[in-house]
């Protein structure tokens, strides 16, 4: 069983906002220099966003699902279904992205994505 770790939501909130500006800066023509502030933002909340802890760096990781495949059995997406069909499910658009915490040796959970899928057989 996972541990539960309690996380304030203004890092949440914080993470779901970088999320967001790295989605609308891949739809830019020129986006390289805004791409690369977003890569400095996700290296601070990966390696040094809470410190250290036994000499390892803590923070934030989120990962984007786009594409994948989808089946109820996932569990770290919670999905509204486009279409009618269920069967053959990929993930078309997200929301929200998965957000783990790491510290030490833990890589814990603290957002489900919020996805969008829908089946990939034609009708």
Avoid: H, W
């Avoid at 996380?7 to 830019?28: G, R, S, T």
């Avoid at 809470?50 to 059995?73: K, V």
């Amino acid at each position: 069983m996972q541990e539960q770790i309690r996380v304030p939501k203004l890092y949440l909130d914080l993470v779901n906002q970088i999320f967001e500006i790295e989605k609308k800066a891949a739809q830019i023509q020129e986006s390289n220099s805004i791409q690369r502030n977003v890569n400095k933002l996700k290296e601070i909340l990966e390696n040094d966003f809470g410190g250290q802890s036994g000499g390892e760096p803590q923070g934030f990781i989120y990962y984007n699902p786009l594409g994948e495949d989808y089946n109820e059995t996932r569990t770290d997406c919670e999905a509204s279904i486009a279409g009618t069909r269920t069967d053959n499910l990929e993930i078309i658009e997200v929301i929200k992205p998965i957000i783990r915490y790491r510290k030490g040796g833990m890589n814990i959970i603290v957002q489900k994505a919020v996805v969008v899928v829908q089946s990939k057989t034609k009708s």
